[in-house]
């Protein structure tokens, strides 16, 4: 089963159940198209896990290890609690082959645990149909934003209001071919961060910017960015978007302690898209996850513009994808 990444316009950072990943807020993004992950699942006697990143074998051990049994461990209670206490094998063996350099920002977890889900639907389908509510809700329990991959177009993760297992799950607002954005990938670095997005989103509430983000979120932000994308309105998404963007990394950066994930070379280009867009009147947003990464989204009227300013940044990887 192949499954994507995705870039989120409103971020997801934070929260109220670290266990069971429940977000403080609601999040809005766009799944991508590219590049992918691809996850097959089989029947084992114990858990097993085979992971290749990029051609490469990748051991997946320790606290990796552990994040996996927990989520299949969860699983296997949400499905107890829809009545399929046994739908899962006792033991599984996934293999991974991901094609997303992790731990840079381009949201390879997301990929792998939205793949993982949608995997567990195909596998258990003639024990129990699961719709995509369903398996937003099995991917959230091993990456928060992975609920939002499961499906296409451009999505929201609903944060729900209790601490039940099913409390927060995914829903699409408009399907992949209502507005065709690209997003160019510019990768500074493909070095791993040192503090994994699970951490920091623990840390989260130690910054005392934290409860006034979640409130903007909750009052203002996620329904503006709704209404962008209906009305597609690129002006209006760019400004709630980087908004967002910027707070989430002020947040990350006031922590206790504090996570500076944005690299010299990212406020650089950063820098030099303001620039540019300024300079061309151009339609094109920057926005980066937990990583060095710049995500630029266009719409077509400036996609080739923004290709081959990626690709002129020197000692950088560039990766296209658009909605999908």
């Not at 409390?167 to 699409?172: G, K, L, M, T």
């Not at 160019?184 to 623990?202: D, F, N």
């Not at 934290?210 to 979120?217: D, K, L, P, S, V």
């Not at 990626?310 to 909605?323: P, S």
Request: proline content about 4%; some cysteine; glycine content about 6%.
């Amino acid at each position: 089963m192949l499954s994507s990444p995705n870039i989120a316009f409103i971020k997801y950072w934070g929260n109220r159940n670290n266990e069971l990943r429940l977000p403080m807020a609601d999040s809005l993004s766009m799944t991508l198209d590219h590049p992918n992950a691809e996850i097959t699942i089989q029947e084992a006697d114990t858990l097993e896990i085979h992971s290749y990143t990029m051609g490469k074998e990748r051991k997946i051990e320790g606290e990796h290890l552990e994040r996996f049994r927990t989520h299949i461990e969860l699983t296997r209670r949400y499905l107890a609690g829809i009545g399929a206490p046994k739908a899962l094998p006792s033991g599984l063996h996934i293999t991974i082959a991901s094609n997303i350099p992790p731990s840079i920002g381009l949201a390879s977890s997301a990929a792998v645990f939205s793949g993982i889900a949608k995997t567990i639907r195909q596998m258990i389908d003639k024990r129990v149909e699961l719709d995509d509510a369903q398996t937003s809700i099995i991917a959230r329990l091993g990456s928060g934003s992975a609920a939002r991959s499961v499906i296409g177009g451009y999505v929201a993760l609903a944060a729900g209001e209790d601490n039940a297992i099913n409390a927060s799950r995914a829903w699409q607002i408009a399907p992949a071919n209502h507005w065709q954005l690209y997003d160019i990938i510019v990768v500074p670095s493909q070095t791993e961060k040192s503090v994994g997005s699970t951490e920091g989103h623990a840390l989260a509430h130690t910054s005392p910017h934290f409860a006034a983000r979640i409130e903007a979120i909750r009052t203002r932000r996620q329904r503006e960015c709704v209404d962008a994308i209906l009305e597609k309105d690129f002006e209006k998404l760019q400004r709630v978007s980087e908004e967002d963007a910027l707070d989430m990394h002020h947040v990350m950066e006031t922590s206790n302690p504090p996570l500076k994930y944005l690299s010299q070379e990212t406020h650089r280009i950063v820098g030099e898209v303001k620039a540019l867009r300024e300079k061309e009147h151009l339609p094109v947003l920057f926005t980066m996850d937990a990583g060095p990464t710049v995500h630029l989204i266009c719409t077509d009227e400036a996609v080739q513009e923004v290709r081959s300013f990626a690709k002129a940044q020197k000692g950088c990887t560039v990766f296209e994808a658009k909605v999908g």
